[in-house]
């Protein structure tokens, strides 16, 4: 490991250097960094890596789940929540027994067990693939969500299934009422064990004693807490992860200070940075070890490529019947039910059929696979799932990486009619929060604006009266005023975005943070 750390720090600095490059050129890094692992893998003298399964399951998983956790919106969550969940669920297990029966039919040797595992290591698409591209190019708010949601929740789905799969083939049987029980138990006690950690993470941040780096180091604890509690007792830990981020996202600023998550979000964006440039880096790198391992197993190069396009092609064309299915059922339910979108139209779905890219729980899942079965026997197959599921991360990205900024150009994506355009939606939340603080000082402080001359000010502001800000000296008076101004305005805008589920809740978190920076401010002045 010590004799390897100048090549590990060098690895850090690529990512870097790739990131810019990828910037520049305007490409998803995700695709860029997978590229460049596998070139840097042909270099003779760089150390083979043998990536641990653990390493990604535990180091890499649970804080990339609980970073986008924290940052998905519970609102549109909710709203979208009939199509989320059922292309987190359904589709999911669509393509996987898809995968299965396409496996088992046309390559030699597979079982519908190893079907049914191969399906669920290459079932869900890549939550950061998706996000990195769409960076970009501007997509409907409505899409975006649905995408970050749908994300959030495959991985478990896929998981569940890789799971009971591996048992099938390892025992030779599959009892499907125990597989259904067992099923409630890993999402119930996966949503139920992040749930109850969450809290007690919450007192522990609102009662002890904590300043601004405990409540840092809280926040990072906390996902591998959630995620090893809940496999310990044999439920999903991604869920767990999931819900308990969830949970405390929607409670940040009612036990944490301003301090607090000015400084953790930094912490929390340059750690994600890492991370994620690590796990696409190392998916090119691990290619000459998948490849050694298909040698010994006696199957030519070629042959394997051709299962892995064909198992690519399966999965992009399952994605797409779903979209549409999922059109043809939303028409069908608008009948009897209310739904979120009742003319859904073929853009949307066109967008989501192509939206597949696959990443780094399809690696993670794969690497997992034991070398041995209990009796000892070579598990069946194993290097070429593996190679296989590095074909379909590979074809994936390359293809629809590349191709799908073009392709959403190519469609002109419109924002539905309900939605205002951010400067419109942002404008209105301004000028709504300024007219509620002016109204609070005017009534509660009004015998103190002539006194301290800087409420003057902060009311001339608000009224549109004065343009530039000064900087000035407050007294400890008018700072107390100031903050409970800012405390108003920051409860205003939470219950605002509770009472109003079409409002974009990125904007309200916009708004937040200048607040938090605006309290922040207060204490150097």
């Given at each position: 490991?010590?004799?390897?750390?100048?090549?590990?720090?060098?690895?850090?600095?690529?990512?870097?250097?790739?990131?810019?490059?990828?910037?520049?050129?305007?490409?998803?890094?995700?695709?860029?960094?997978?590229?460049?692992?596998?070139?840097?893998?042909?270099?003779?003298?760089?150390?083979?890596?043998?990536?641990?399964?653990?390493?990604?399951?535990?180091?890499?998983?649970?804080?990339?789940?609980?970073?986008?956790?924290?940052?998905?919106?519970?609102?549109?969550?909710?709203?979208?929540?009939?199509?989320?969940?059922?292309?987190?669920?359904?589709?999911?297990?669509?393509?996987?027994?898809?995968?299965?029966?396409?496996?088992?039919?046309?390559?030699?040797?597979?079982?519908?067990?190893?079907?049914?595992?191969?399906?669920?290591?290459?079932?869900?698409?890549?939550?950061v693939?998706?996000?990195?591209?769409?960076?970009?190019?501007?997509?409907?708010?409505r899409?975006?969500?649905?995408?970050?949601?749908?994300?959030?929740?495959?991985?478990?789905?896929?998981?569940?299934?890789?799971?009971?799969?591996?048992?099938?083939?390892?025992?030779?049987?599959?009892?499907?009422?125990?597989?259904?029980?067992?099923?409630?138990?890993?999402?119930?006690?996966?949503?139920v064990?992040?749930?109850?950690?969450?809290?007690?993470?919450?007192?522990?941040?609102?009662?002890?004693?904590?300043?601004?780096?405990?409540?840092?180091?809280?926040?990072?604890?906390?996902?591998?807490?959630?995620?090893?509690?809940?496999?310990?007792?044999?439920?999903?830990?991604?869920?767990a992860?999931?819900?308990?981020?969830?949970?405390?996202?929607?409670?940040?600023?009612?036990?944490?200070?301003?301090?607090?998550?000015?400084?953790?979000?930094?912490?929390?964006?340059?750690?994600?940075?890492?991370?994620?440039?690590?796990?696409?880096?190392?998916?090119?790198?691990?290619?000459?070890?998948?490849?050694?391992?298909?040698?010994?197993?006696?199957?030519?190069?070629?042959?394997?490529?051709?299962?892995?396009?064909?198992?690519?092609?399966?999965?992009?064309?399952?994605?797409f019947?779903?979209a549409?299915?999922?059109?043809?059922?939303?028409?069908?339910?608008?009948?009897?039910?209310?739904?979120?979108?009742?003319?859904?139209?073929t853009?949307?779905?066109?967008?989501?059929?192509?939206?597949?890219?696959?990443?780094?729980?399809?690696?993670?899942?794969?690497?997992?696979?034991?070398?041995?079965?209990?009796?000892?026997?070579?598990?069946?197959?194993?290097?070429?799932?593996?190679?296989?599921?590095?074909?379909?991360i590979?074809t994936?990205?390359?293809?629809?990486?590349?191709?799908?900024?073009?392709?959403?150009?190519?469609?002109?994506?419109?924002?539905?009619?309900?939605?205002?355009?951010?400067?419109?939606?942002?404008?209105?939340?301004r000028?709504?929060?300024?007219?509620?603080?002016?109204?609070?000082?005017?009534?509660?402080?009004?015998?103190?604006?002539?006194?301290?001359?800087?409420?003057?000010?902060?009311?001339?502001?608000?009224?549109?009266?004065?343009?530039?800000?000064?900087?000035?000296?407050?007294?400890?008076?008018?700072?107390?005023?100031?903050?409970?101004?800012?405390?108003?305005?920051?409860?205003?805008?939470?219950?605002?975005?509770?009472?109003?589920?079409?409002?974009?809740?990125?904007?309200?978190?916009?708004?937040?943070?200048?607040?938090?920076?605006?309290?922040?401010?207060l204490?150097?002045?």
């Amino acid at each position: 490991m010590i004799e390897n750390f100048p090549f590990y720090l060098s690895l850090i600095v690529a990512i870097v250097l790739i990131i810019m490059l990828a910037n520049k050129l305007k490409i998803a890094y995700p695709v860029l960094l997978v590229v460049a692992g596998l070139l840097i893998s042909f270099i003779p003298g760089v150390p083979v890596l043998h990536i641990d399964p653990e390493l990604i399951f535990i180091i890499f998983l649970p804080p990339l789940l609980y970073e986008a956790a924290w940052n998905i919106s519970w609102k549109e969550l909710w709203r979208w929540r009939r199509i989320i969940g059922s292309f987190a669920f359904v589709v999911v297990f669509l393509t996987a027994m898809s995968v299965a029966f396409v496996a088992n039919h046309f390559i030699p040797g597979f079982s519908l067990a190893l079907g049914f595992l191969l399906g669920g290591i290459v079932s869900p698409p890549d939550a950061v693939s998706a996000g990195a591209i769409l960076k970009f190019v501007p997509v409907p708010k409505r899409m975006s969500s649905i995408l970050e949601g749908e994300s959030l929740l495959n991985d478990a789905s896929s998981l569940i299934i890789f799971r009971f799969a591996l048992i099938a083939v390892a025992t030779g049987q599959f009892i499907w009422y125990q597989a259904a029980l067992s099923f409630v138990w890993m999402v119930a006690g996966g949503i139920v064990v992040g749930l109850l950690i969450a809290w007690v993470f919450m007192k522990a941040h609102k009662y002890l004693p904590t300043d601004t780096n405990m409540d840092i180091i809280l926040t990072i604890v906390a996902p591998y807490i959630m995620y090893m509690a809940a496999e310990e007792v044999h439920s999903s830990g991604v869920l767990a992860v999931v819900s308990g981020g969830l949970y405390l996202a929607n409670r940040q600023h009612y036990f944490l200070s301003s301090t607090s998550r000015l400084r953790g979000f930094n912490v929390w964006e340059s750690l994600v940075f890492v991370l994620n440039g690590l796990v696409f880096l190392l998916i090119g790198l691990d290619l000459p070890e998948i490849e050694q391992g298909l040698k010994q197993e006696g199957i030519s190069f070629t042959s394997a490529i051709g299962y892995g396009l064909l198992v690519a092609a399966v999965l992009v064309a399952v994605r797409f019947l779903s979209a549409f299915g999922a059109v043809l059922v939303t028409l069908i339910m608008r009948n009897f039910i209310n739904v979120a979108e009742r003319n859904p139209g073929t853009k949307g779905p066109l967008l989501m059929g192509w939206t597949g890219m696959r990443g780094v729980v399809s690696l993670a899942a794969a690497l997992s696979i034991p070398l041995q079965m209990s009796n000892g026997v070579s598990f069946p197959h194993r290097h070429l799932i593996l190679f296989i599921t590095f074909i379909v991360i590979l074809t994936t990205l390359l293809l629809q990486g590349l191709t799908l900024p073009v392709f959403i150009r190519k469609l002109k994506l419109g924002e539905k009619g309900h939605y205002l355009t951010e400067e419109e939606t942002d404008r209105l939340i301004r000028k709504e929060m300024a007219e509620h603080a002016l109204k609070h000082l005017n009534k509660n402080y009004s015998g103190l604006m002539e006194e301290h001359p800087i409420l003057q000010q902060l009311a001339g502001k608000w009224e549109g009266k004065i343009s530039e800000e000064r900087e000035l000296v407050l007294s400890e008076k008018s700072k107390a005023v100031y903050l409970d101004l800012l405390n108003l305005q920051r409860k205003w805008l939470l219950q605002k975005n509770q009472k109003e589920l079409l409002l974009d809740e990125d904007i309200i978190r916009r708004h937040l943070r200048i607040i938090d920076i605006e309290e922040e401010k207060l204490r150097y002045m």
